[in-house]
């Protein structure tokens, strides 16, 4: 393994990764150059290069992924689902296999892979199957120029800030075979289960000692001591008050009645929770009929990758009631890629979480957001629709729900009849024992920023 102080190659496939590991202060005053490498547009680069010292940027290569790479890839990914659900008893960790929807050819590519994945039982499979996928990397032309680019950039240390990065593997693989450490991030805490661990690293950050027991679990050839937990730092920014602006201006920017109460309503992307407009309408509807709309205004904050305009006819419908308050990102509908935070929307977030009285949502990590400063989330336990392929019912028996020590964590709002009644109580009684929750899924929610820098 190189040991030499070379310069450290920074992959951030995503947004919230630029958030998280570009914002915070995990290379903020790094003594080895940063060199980024990027499929970045101009604006979010400019973004970026205002709170981050980079060395200098590297557009990836293009990839294209050969047919033999993507049915290793994608029958690795069904018959570790399978595995793991039979593991852990759970039938729900079959939802995270998805048949893509396109032509002939692609129908007829994931019905082999399914079929193929019939006769894989046994764990020695799959581990069979890993070492040749990565074979297969190893014969892409895109392999052979990552190779040439590690050494010419003097890299001596590649960091990524997503496991399941569709062109990390390659890189990762290009790095071991010259001998450059290597780290990948679990991306969050839910992710293990879901059998999307692409990348083959020399080590692992994970948030917490239960995540690492789970990595151990579902990935048992993985060496103990490679596994680091170092928390994620998306936390700290709720510990800096720079990142907080006052109540006060926080409502003449939003128009915000400071005489009333505020409760979030954090939505998903479409394919994680596709009723979100229908359950926004309901509990819109709920406090108006119930009257609380004279004492209590929504706030709205849709997910930051969500650019449909799904949300619009319920919004107008209460304009008195519903305060859209959308993520601060840099949108491009076009470009995937040009999809990204500013860091305005960090200080967005976390004034959102300490003004709002209560946070509602299905199922989602904003209730530890929110817990930051002690306020009550309300996950939403009932279905809006009749819907064959989706039910809340589904969604908290996921595996990550596992890990919630005892349901008084958050409160449930588990029919239509109910929503504001579970509201008033939520906003009377505040307290949770969300805490508890988080000390098992997060550890040291302030120096994790720290240490990963002693890692890296």
């Not at 001998?179 to 991306?187: D, E, H, N, Q």
């Not at 954090?266 to 229908?278: F, L, M, R, Y």
């Not at 307290?431 to 002693?454: G, L, R």
Request: aromatic share 12%; proline share 5%; charged share 25%.
């Amino acid at each position: 393994m190189v040991t030499k102080n070379g310069n450290v190659l920074l992959m951030v496939p995503d947004g919230t990764g630029i958030k998280n590991y570009l914002y915070s202060k995990v290379f903020q005053d790094s003594d080895r150059p940063i060199i980024l490498f990027h499929n970045f547009d101009a604006d979010t680069l400019r973004q970026i290069k205002q709170h981050l010292t980079i060395e200098r940027d590297v557009v990836i290569p293009s990839y294209h992924e050969s047919l033999k790479e993507r049915w290793y890839r994608e029958l690795i990914h069904v018959a570790r689902i399978k595995y793991n659900a039979r593991i852990t008893k759970n039938p729900t960790l079959l939802k995270f296999w998805k048949k893509k929807k396109g032509g002939l050819k692609k129908n007829l590519f994931y019905r082999s892979v399914a079929r193929a994945s019939r006769g894989i039982r046994s764990y020695q499979k799959i581990q069979s199957l890993e070492k040749k996928y990565q074979a297969a990397l190893r014969k892409n032309t895109f392999y052979t120029q990552v190779t040439q680019l590690l050494k010419e950039e003097d890299i001596t240390s590649v960091f990524c800030t997503h496991q399941r990065a569709l062109k990390a593997p390659t890189v990762f693989a290009a790095a071991k075979d010259i001998s450059i450490k290597t780290t990948a991030v679990i991306y969050s805490w839910d992710n293990i289960p879901k059998a999307r661990l692409a990348l083959r690293a020399d080590q692992y950050l994970v948030w917490s000692k239960h995540m690492k027991k789970e990595l151990l679990y579902f990935y048992p050839e993985l060496p103990a001591e490679s596994i680091h937990v170092t928390g994620t730092p998306q936390f700290e920014f709720y510990y800096d008050p720079n990142n907080l602006v006052s109540k006060e201006d926080f409502a003449a920017t939003y128009q915000l009645d400071l005489q009333k109460q505020w409760i979030c309503f954090s939505g998903d992307d479409v394919g994680t929770s596709p009723h979100d407009p229908q359950y926004l309408a309901d509990i819109a509807a709920a406090l108006t009929e119930a009257g609380m709309d004279r004492e209590v205004q929504l706030l709205f904050r849709r997910c930051p990758v969500d650019v449909s305009g799904r949300y619009d006819a319920v919004v107008a419908k209460y304009p008195d009631l519903i305060i859209d308050m959308p993520p601060l990102w840099n949108f491009n509908k076009k470009v995937w890629t040009a999809v990204y935070p500013t860091y305005e929307d960090v200080c967005l977030l976390v004034s959102l979480a300490k003004h709002a009285d209560a946070v509602i949502n299905v199922g989602s990590t904003m209730a530890f957001d929110f817990g930051m400063f002690q306020k009550p989330c309300i996950y939403i336990n009932y279905d809006a629709v009749e819907d064959p392929a989706w039910s809340t019912e589904t969604i908290y028996q996921y595996q990550h729900f596992r890990s919630m020590p005892s349901p008084d964590a958050v409160y449930w709002m588990n029919d239509k009849e109910h929503i504001a009644t579970i509201i008033k109580k939520a906003l009377a009684q505040p307290q949770t024992s969300i805490d508890s929750w988080f000390e098992v899924v997060v550890n040291h929610p302030k120096e994790a920023s720290q240490n990963i820098k002693k890692l890296l």
